[in-house]
């Protein structure tokens, strides 16, 4: 491979991951189209380099979350049951629901999303929650650091409708072959009412642990091409660092906007799709 097109994997790679690293959604969904469409690279090759450049960047902004104090590790814990149970099921229904109704139906999800996102573009008070909420209980509650109001405390609320949710982002992913990073954070956002940045750095933590399950399948069929994937991890991994660092410092309306936009984009993608008009493939 020449130097030339080494250059521009990484570039490419470090401008996906710095997105999807402020926004807390894995970059797969910026990498596969431009290395399909722009990089004539095969899909499955584009695909299996991108799952381990999310692990990497999960990884990398990891660090940085943790010492910012964003990342809620137990409750992506707890989520993550949920998560993964919903992907497995949706493996045995694929095949059964007609493809064109779950399009359909995730498109209206994003779009019922960005709505509830929008309409909350300032971050509210936090509510304490009761004491015998399953957030008290599970001791899901916390706090981060902000450079305008100091330490803000916040409280994780309606734990069963969240994982509701979840399970509900996992099958949807399973059906469509596609990530649930991206219903994730306006899960988290609406119905456990966490502070945009808490989201977006819990959802980067889990998007890590899900792709994991996913490298192995793509490596054992022989999909994962050093000569690609090395410099899309090494563009990822610089690129997280960076979106890390954005992500701690940008105002939460401005990420909250940011998100919203995304989401209509894809909802609008998926609504064409769904119709038969096949734009690009894409992969959270």
């Known amino acids: 491979m020449e130097f030339s097109q080494v250059f521009w994997l990484i570039a490419v790679s470090f401008g996906a991951s710095a997105l999807g690293g402020i926004l807390g959604m894995a970059s797969g969904i910026f990498i596969v189209p431009i290395l399909t469409i722009f990089g004539k690279i095969d899909m499955h090759t584009a695909i299996g380099a991108s799952v381990v450049s999310v692990i990497a960047c999960s990884c ?4 940085s979350y943790l010492r910012a104090k964003l990342t809620n590790f137990r409750l992506a814990m707890v989520l993550e049951i949920s998560t993964t149970l919903g992907a497995l099921t949706g ?4 095949g059964i629901i007609p493809v064109q109704y779950l399009y359909i139906l995730f498109s209206v999800i994003l779009f019922v999303s960005a709505q509830q996102m929008f309409l909350k573009r300032k971050e509210s008070l936090p509510v304490e929650a009761k004491s015998d909420s399953w957030g008290s209980k599970l001791k899901l509650h916390g706090q981060y650091p902000d450079h305008k109001n100091g330490e803000v405390k916040y409280f994780v609320h ?3 409708l969240g994982m509701s949710l979840m399970y509900l982002a996992g099958l949807i992913s399973a059906l469509l072959g596609i990530g649930s990073g ?4 306006p899960a988290m956002d609406s119905a456990l009412k966490l502070p945009i940045k808490v989201s977006s ?3 980067n933590f889990m998007i890590g642990v899900t792709a ?3 490298a192995g399948a ?7 091409s050093s000569a690609v994937t090395g ?3 090494l563009g990822s991994v610089l690129g997280a660092l960076l979106g890390a660092k954005v992500l701690i410092s940008i105002p939460s309306e401005k990420i909250r906007i940011f998100f919203v936009i995304i989401l209509v984009i894809l909802g609008i993608q998926m609504l064409i799709h769904s119709f038969g008009i096949n734009l690009m493939e894409i992969k959270l």
């Open 182 to 185: 991206v219903l994730k954070i």
């Open 91 to 94: 493996v045995f229904l694929i």
């Open 218 to 224: 793509y490596f054992i069929r022989g999909e994962i």
């Open 231 to 233: 410099p899309v991890v």
């Open 158 to 160: 309606n734990v069963p």
């Open 201 to 203: 750095a819990t959802s």
């Open 60 to 63: 990398a902004g990891a660090s």
């Open 212 to 214: 994991a399950a996913s």
